[in-house]
């Protein structure tokens, strides 16, 4: 089972800055958090990657709070083409441990 | 240069058959996946290589049997068709075999059982 809970779903428009907040109560100690985007007929794709604190790259942001239960991905100013599934994975920094992917965030981006 | 490819894209055959489909990865990565997206887009693990080596085996029939030719390679091959085995099946990479490690995912080949 998945580790993680998330919106099933969420509308936004185009210019504006998403948050997708990804419930993860009990995160062990040596998870990362990262963020993978599946566009339709397409495998999922790296976004971002995070232990705590706050980590930005050139696509989006990733907010973890103290006490790591949580984390938000941010989407600034989203375009028609971030229309997508966003996932949430809580995955242990050890060998041999697989991906394990939950239902994901569907995420519609309108004009 | 297509980082992970995958062979056939489609593959459309009958009950009972047997299939493969090929998976190749030019990153130089040592760890290899295959994965199940059912129809309800949930995606599973199924197996992982590293260095050629099995080190994840999920709760997956035994007629489904990876091949690790070498590193670049892993292949799947599905025995005895059945109509559940209809689903997109993604292979992808990663540099270790750590969880934390970013995943290459190829493009999926679409399997339609009829």
């Known amino acids: 089972l998945a580790k993680t809970t998330q919106p099933i779903s969420m509308d936004s428009y185009e210019g504006q800055e998403v948050n997708i907040t990804c419930s993860h109560n009990n995160i062990a100690t040596n998870d990362y958090i990262t963020w993978y985007q599946q566009f339709p007929s397409q495998g999922p794709r790296f976004i971002i990657q995070?232990?705590?604190t706050k980590v930005t790259n050139e696509v989006a942001s990733l907010f973890i709070p103290a006490d790591r239960k949580s984390s938000t991905l941010s989407l600034p100013r989203v375009s028609l083409s971030d229309t997508a599934v966003y996932y949430c994975l809580a995955q242990a920094n050890q060998a041999g441990t697989a991906l394990i992917f939950g239902k994901g965030t569907t995420l519609s981006v309108s004009s | 240069d297509t980082a992970v490819s995958q062979t056939p894209k489609y593959l459309v055959t009958q009950m009972g058959n047997d299939k493969s489909i090929k998976c190749e990865q030019n990153?130089?990565?040592?760890?290899m996946y295959w994965y199940k997206q059912d129809s309800k887009k949930f995606l599973k693990i199924m197996f992982s290589y590293n260095n050629k080596e099995l080190i994840i085996n999920e709760t997956v029939p035994n007629r489904f049997s990876p091949k690790s030719p070498d590193k670049a390679h892993l292949n799947l091959h599905i025995n005895s068709l059945e109509l559940g085995d209809s689903a997109v099946y993604f292979c992808?990479?990663?540099?270790?075999?750590?969880?934390?490690?970013?995943?290459?995912f190829g493009p999926g080949t679409r399997l339609t059982v009829t």
């Open positions: 992808a990479s990663s540099q270790e075999a750590s969880g934390r490690d970013e995943q290459y």
């Open positions: 995070g232990y705590k």
């Open positions: 990153l130089g990565h040592d760890t």
